[in-house]
């Protein structure tokens, strides 16, 4: 069975930094894009960032390029969202997503590319 597994998130003042971990498990998720979207309170789930299976190139919502990167260690089967200078707008539930097939419809900002979700993890940034 497919399984995506959040952690990392926290408590942190506004200007700091968190880095989340997605590990995956039960297949293999080299071949395929996986994403981080967040949810603010009262609001829709939104885009953050987004990699091919390669890792090659990345993908981010307007809102945090320059402050958070995304990565992937395929051989640990874990993506990563590395973020920095933190704002209070960033306090969200923040969920990763895989693609699991081939065939997917959608981009990597849409949720529809995406098959698997985890349950996610609470980031809250105080200023």
């Known amino acids: 069975q497919v399984q995506l597994v959040e952690s990392g998130g926290g408590l942190v003042q506004a200007g700091g930094s968190l880095r989340l971990s997605c590990a995956a498990s039960g297949r293999t998720f080299s071949k395929y894009s996986m994403a981080w979207f967040r949810q603010a309170p009262g609001k829709e789930r939104v885009f953050v960032a987004a990699?091919?299976?390669?890792?090659?190139?990345?993908f981010y919502a307007d809102s945090v390029k320059g402050r958070f990167t995304i990565s992937r260690d395929n051989a640990k089967n874990t993506m990563y969202l590395e973020m920095t200078s933190l704002k209070p707008e960033d306090t969200a539930v923040y969920y990763c997503?895989?693609?699991?097939?081939?065939?997917?419809?959608?981009?990597?900002?849409?949720?529809?590319?995406?098959?698997?979700w985890g349950q996610g993890t609470q980031v809250t940034v105080s200023s």
């Open positions: 990699l091919p299976g390669s890792g090659a190139s990345t």
């Open positions: 997503a895989s693609q699991l097939t081939a065939y997917s419809f959608g981009t990597y900002y849409t949720e529809s590319r995406y098959d698997a």
